[in-house]
C-alpha cells in the first residue's frame, strides 16, 4: 500500500514543482512556453487515454466479439458527461479570459482559476487510480509498472500545469507563497481520487473496462474543451502543436516500454 500511495503522489509532486516556478520567474508567463506547455500537456492526456485506458478497457473485453468496443464507448461518454457537468455547475474562470464560467458566484478571479485547473486534475488522478486497479486485476498490458508510466507522465504534464496557474496568480497581486500554494492544492484532488478508486475497485471489478474508459472521456473532455482552445488561440499557435507532438510521444514511449 506504501507503494500505490507514492505513485499516487508522483503527480501532485509535479504541481507542486511546476508552481515553485513563481519564486524564479517574474512577471507573466512567456506565451510562447505558455503554448508549448499547453500543447505538450494535450498530448501526454491524448497519449495516456489511449494507451492506458481506452486499449485495455477493449482489450478486458475481447471474448465478446463485434461487442467487445461497447463497455469502453459507453464509459468513454460517461466520463465526457461527467466532466460536462462539473463545467456546468462549478463557478470556474480559464486561463487568457475574465469571463467567468458556470454558476454565478463571488469568488475571486484566484479562486475561479484555482478550480478550472483543479477540475482539469480530477480525471488524472482517477487514471492513476483505475490503472492501478486494473494491474491488480491482472488486467492484460497493465502493470504496476504501467500505473507508475501514467503516474511519471501525468507529473511531467503538471509541471507546466502548476506554472500556468501560480503565475498568473502572482501577476494578480497574489504573494509568492500564496501563490505558490494554491498551485499546488490545485494538484491535490489527484492523490484524493486515485487513492479512491484503488480503494474502491474490489468492489467494482466488472465495472472494471467502464471505469478506464471513463477516466479516458474525462480527460479528453479537458484536452477539447480547455487545453488545447487555449494554445490555439492567438499567436504561436504552432508551438502548441509541435508540444502536442512531443507530449504524445513521450507518453506513448512511456507506456509501451513498461508494458
Same mark, same amino acid.
Given at each position: ?235 504561436? !499557435? ?19 516500454? !513498461?508494458?
Amino acid at each position: 500500500m506504501t507503494a500505490i500511495l507514492l505513485v499516487l503522489f508522483i503527480p501532485l509532486l509535479g504541481t507542486m514543482l511546476g508552481s515553485a516556478f513563481v519564486f524564479f520567474m517574474k512577471g507573466d508567463m512567456s506565451p510562447r512556453v505558455q503554448k508549448s506547455l499547453l500543447g505538450f500537456a494535450s498530448g501526454v492526456m491524448v497519449a495516456a487515454s489511449v494507451w492506458s485506458l481506452l486499449i485495455p478497457a477493449m482489450e478486458m473485453e475481447e471474448g465478446r466479439g463485434a461487442w467487445s468496443v461497447l463497455p469502453a464507448a459507453i464509459g468513454f461518454l460517461l466520463g465526457m458527461g461527467f466532466l460536462l457537468l462539473i463545467d456546468e455547475v462549478t463557478p470556474h474562470l480559464h486561463l487568457g479570459t475574465d469571463k467567468p464560467e458556470g454558476p454565478r458566484s463571488r469568488l475571486s478571479r484566484t479562486a475561479m482559476l484555482a478550480l478550472a485547473v483543479t477540475i482539469h486534475n480530477l480525471p488524472e488522478g482517477m487514471a492513476v487510480g483505475v490503472v492501478f486497479a486494473g494491474a491488480g486485476d491482472g488486467v492484460a498490458g497493465l502493470s504496476l509498472a504501467s500505473a507508475v508510466a501514467v503516474s511519471l507522465g501525468i507529473a511531467i504534464q503538471n509541471v507546466p500545469e502548476g506554472a500556468i496557474i501560480s503565475m498568473p496568480m502572482r501577476a494578480a497581486g497574489n504573494s509568492r507563497w500564496r501563490s505558490f500554494l494554491l498551485g499546488s492544492l490545485s494538484g491535490a484532488v489527484e492523490p484524493v481520487g486515485g487513492l479512491a478508486i484503488v480503494l474502491l475497485a474490489s468492489l467494482m471489478t466488472p465495472a472494471l473496462p467502464y471505469m478506464l474508459a471513463f477516466a479516458a472521456g474525462a480527460m479528453f473532455y479537458v484536452v477539447v474543451e480547455e487545453l488545447i482552445p487555449e494554445a490555439s488561440q492567438g499567436d504561436h !499557435t504552432n508551438l502548441g502543436t509541435v508540444g502536442f507532438a512531443a507530449g504524445f510521444v513521450l507518453m506513448m514511449v512511456l507506456d509501451v516500454a !513498461t508494458a
